[in-house]
């Protein structure tokens, strides 16, 4: 449902689809595909997913369903990188306060 009916924002590395819930609570998933590499490449890219989420966390507004997947691009990207982009994506998506810690 997330994928046909939310919205979604593309970057350059990221993709995140969104759907606004009915709960005090945010839930999220992260997929990272075939084409982003090996096994190792897609863990590691994956993790810096997860660490990118945790650390802009405290600034996304409440209430959300959303999926995070790594394009293909993602494959070797610094996790600098990697926070950028997602901050931007979830800023267009408008799921962000602005403050910055």
Known sequence: ML????????????????RPNKRGFNRVG?????????????NRTKRLMR?????L??????GSDMVIVARNR??????DQIY???EFVLG?????????N
């Not at 966390?57 to 409440?62: K, V, Y």
């Open 74 to 79: 993602a494959e070797g990207k610094t996790f």
């Open 3 to 18: 994928y046909k009916r939310g919205k979604s924002v593309a970057g350059g590395f990221v993709v995140i689809y969104h």
């Open 57 to 62: 966390e405290d600034r996304l507004s409440i």
């Open 84 to 86: 950028r982009d997602m």
């Open 30 to 42: 992260f997929t990272v595909g075939k084409s982003v590499g090996k096994a190792v490449q897609r």
């Open 51 to 55: 660490e990118s989420y945790r650390l």
């Open 92 to 100: 267009s998506l408008g799921l962000l306060d602005g403050k910055r």
